[in-house]
């Protein structure tokens, strides 16, 4: 399997919440190398860490890990805000070396453009009925915790991980029509910007599919699916998904893809990635053609 990807974006990691996965997806990016990466917002779960959340030292390995692939590959990241992470309004957009803080952006590649986006501002609930929305944020916690319940006692019984919130969201016809119709308006939204395709996260549903002549990807979430987006160096995307990986062949591959001594020596130190001064004429409108 490939290791070195143009591109990935992952989103809803949801750092600082029991459920997220963070052990997992700091194993993941130790994997792969790419040029840039995209964190499509709810990375940081604010609303929880207000609320009984905790940040534990696996939610910072997790921006070790980021820090590593800026300092080591040279790696461009991009960290949209969410509805989970909000407060980064404070401060967009912000721009520190080889890390830029964006409510959005477009991204161009390949002679394609997309708008990226987290997705929650066309979300009628997480908009204009806040209060709801947190309603359904304690319901989902509560749903995450059965799952854990659940997965408990099949890992007990030798079964494989089954993930019982998507099974009661799928059985919820208004679950499923919500789904249907936020991914028809992203497309619509795309259209009308004129891009061709339109990258987003919120409803962690991972997907690759066409909508009406438009490229729907999301990058699903780091609760659940465990999945990411990917873009080739030839323009092709692909959904990643954790538990299809074999982890037991990654040191091979990893190992033969090693850089060259040249490339080892350019190598720039950890406190110049971050804390680099920025010409104010390098700062760009949040489009981006790659």
Not at 163 to 187: C, H, N, P, R, W
Not at 205 to 211: S, V
Not at 234 to 258: C, M, P, Q
Request: one cysteine or more; a positive charge.
């Amino acid at each position: 399997m490939k290791t070195n990807y143009k591109t990935l974006i992952i989103s809803d990691v949801h750092l600082g919440t029991k459920g997220s996965k963070a052990k997992e997806i700091a194993r993941f990016l130790k994997q792969f190398r790419c040029e840039n990466l995209i964190l499509n917002g709810d990375i940081i779960d604010g609303w929880q860490l207000k609320k009984s959340g905790s940040w534990k030292r696996k939610h910072t390995r997790f921006f070790n890990r980021i820090l590593k692939l800026m300092e080591n590959h040279q790696t461009q990241v991009y960290y949209l805000r969410g509805n989970h992470d909000d407060f980064l309004d404070q401060i967009l957009p912000l721009q520190i070396g080889r890390l830029q803080i964006l409510s959005d952006m477009t991204y161009e590649s390949h002679g394609r453009k997309y708008f990226v986006t987290h997705g929650d501002i066309f979300d009628s609930v997480t908009t204009h009925f806040r209060w709801i929305a947190f309603l359904g944020d304690i319901g989902y916690t509560f749903l995450l915790w059965l799952n854990r319940i659940v997965n408990y006692y099949r890992f007990k019984a030798g079964l494989p991980y089954y993930s019982f919130s998507q099974y009661v969201k799928g059985k919820v016809k208004k679950a499923v029509s919500y789904i249907d119709d936020y991914e028809s308006e992203l497309a619509k939204m795309a259209k009308a910007k004129g891009c061709d395709g339109i990258i987003c996260g919120h409803i962690h549903k991972p997907e690759n599919r066409m909508i009406d002549g438009i490229h729907y990807l999301n990058s699903g979430d780091w609760v659940e699916s465990m999945s990411a987006l990917a873009e080739d160096h030839e323009g092709n995307w692909e959904l990643i998904h954790y538990r299809e990986l074999d982890f037991k062949n990654f040191k091979t591959e990893v190992t033969a893809s090693l850089t060259t001594d040249e490339e080892i020596s350019s190598i720039i130190p950890l406190h110049r990635v971050a804390f680099d001064l920025i010409k104010d004429d390098s700062i760009q409108p949040n489009s981006f053609r790659i």
